[in-house]
């Protein structure tokens, strides 16, 4: 099971760190993902990770956000600095158990999903 927190309502230019913790799991040995769906729109990669490829971001956010994780915690973060109203959405975790860069921003490709945290960015 996967835990999404760290969601809100914040101000442009603010920052939030969300937080994905597993039970029942360890996440290091999955790749791990967040993606984000806002209203009537399809859910969207925002960052991915694994130890064999690294960290992807999605060019929307490159500069902004950033993946992390601590493993003693079993927990992995994404901080969102700069946040901008088009940010707003419901921010999802995710876990896979195959390593593929091509599809490691493919929702469907993702074994494990948290319930969502949401994050509002007003202007």
């Known amino acids: 099971q996967l835990v999404e927190s760290g969601g809100g309502l914040v101000q442009a230019g603010d920052s939030l760190r969300l937080s994905c913790t597993a039970s029942g799991r360890t996440l290091t040995t999955y790749a791990m993902g967040w993606f984000r769906q806002a209203p009537g729109k399809e859910r969207e990669f925002v960052a991915a990770?694994?130890?064999?490829?690294?960290?992807l971001l999605s060019d929307s956010v490159k500069g902004r956000f950033t993946f992390s994780r601590d493993v003693a915690k079993n927990t992995v973060y994404l901080q969102m600095d700069n946040l901008k109203p088009e940010d707003t959405a419901v921010y999802y975790c995710?876990?896979?158990?195959?390593?593929?860069?091509?599809?490691?921003?493919?929702?469907?490709?993702?074994?494990?999903w948290g319930q969502g945290t949401q994050v509002t960015v007003s202007s």
């Open positions: 995710a876990a896979r158990n195959s390593i593929d860069r091509q599809t490691m921003m493919v929702p469907l490709r993702y074994d494990y």
């Open positions: 990770f694994s130890v064999v490829i690294g960290t």
